[in-house]
């Protein structure tokens, strides 16, 4: 079963946005990533894009997006729901259907350090998000029930580095 993950920053143009198109390559069969904002910025930033062709992925179908598209009745079912930034988490959610679990994974801003961010920033956040990921497929979900495997995609966003 594929399970749908969707990735929540304020902006959804840098974080949300790698977090998508990282795990939409590694978890290609287990898992289809989206990524949403509350205050959605419009656009992806052009740095996180740029880092993301650098890496080899899609981004055809990369577009900054308000999270109410997925509370909407004709919304991908999700199965989980992970926010990648502070403002995020603190924000009050729209409820999901089908109550997926949700979690955090806190990742520093590469677009608001500096104007609109520096390529290093970039690349910190991305090999961040990428071994939270790889951490994620080391589960198997399958195995796990909702609050075991919410757990321990808690204790993934916990560690600093993203790797347990």
């Known amino acids: 079963m594929t399970r749908n993950v969707l990735f929540l920053c304020t902006g959804n ?17 287990r898992f289809k990533a989206y990524s949403a904002g509350s205050h959605p910025r419009g ?4 740095l996180a894009i740029e880092l993301l062709e650098q890496e080899g992925h899609d981004v055809s179908g990369l577009r900054s997006k308000s ?13 989980c ?6 403002n995020a988490k603190g924000e009050t959610c729209p409820i999901w259907p089908g109550h997926p679990i949700q979690t955090h994974w806190g990742i520093p801003d590469p677009a608001g350090m500096q104007d609109d961010g520096r390529p290093e920033d970039f690349r910190i956040a991305y090999d961040r998000l990428s071994r939270r990921v790889d951490a994620m ?10 609050r075991d495997w919410r757990d321990a995609l808690t204790a993934i966003g916990r560690n600093s580095e993203g790797a347990t």
């Open 13 to 29: 143009s840098a974080r949300s946005i790698l977090a998508e198109a990282i795990i939409n390559q590694k978890g290609t069969g």
């Open 43 to 46: 656009v992806p930033n052009p």
């Open 67 to 79: 999270w109410t598209e997925f509370a909407a009745l004709d919304a991908p079912f999700l199965h």
């Open 81 to 86: 729901v992970i926010t990648v930034c502070d």
């Open 137 to 146: 497929l080391k589960l198997d979900e399958d195995q796990l029930d909702a």
